[in-house]
């Protein structure tokens, strides 16, 4: 048996095996990721709040409503409403020790937050497709 294109074998890149990935991901929705890129100052004499500054990537996403039974085995994590997206990319989570708002979904006009997180799935230990289940918090 040869090892061809086709084949994984130890100590295959990561990127590669997301370039074949993607290559073969027969569907999927575009979807744009948005991350915090930074803080403006703001002007306290004005009476002008910091605000956060973005940066926006265009992807594509495989997007599935979450089903009653589903949010029904959650114990009340997951609400009726909630997606499932996944992608090839990796996404940073809201954290609450630190304040930082993690990254957002825009997705059909609306913007959606992570709520929790699916098992992803893995070559070699390490992750390749990421599967997030996220809830509109907005539409901008």
């Known amino acids: 048996m040869s090892s061809g294109e086709g084949f994984y ?3 295959t890149d990561k990127a590669y095996i997301q370039k074949l990935m993607k290559d073969a991901q027969p569907t999927g929705e575009y979807v744009l990721i948005r991350r915090v890129s930074g803080l403006t100052d703001g002007n306290p004499i004005e009476g002008e709040q910091p ?6 990537k265009k992807t594509t996403a495989i997007i599935m409503r979450l089903t009653p039974e589903e949010v029904t085995v ?3 994590l997951y609400q009726h409403g909630d997606l499932r997206v996944e992608l090839l990319e990796e996404l940073k989570f809201t954290d609450d020790q630190t304040r930082d708002i993690g990254d957002r979904i825009i997705y059909q006009k609306q913007t959606y937050r992570i709520v ?5 799935r893995n070559i070699e230990n390490k992750d390749v497709y990421f599967a997030y289940i996220v809830r509109k918090v907005g539409a901008k």
């Open 9 to 11: 074998k130890k100590g």
């Open 51 to 56: 605000t956060l500054t973005y940066k926006t």
């Open 74 to 76: 959650s114990a009340g």
């Open 116 to 120: 929790g997180r699916t098992q992803n």
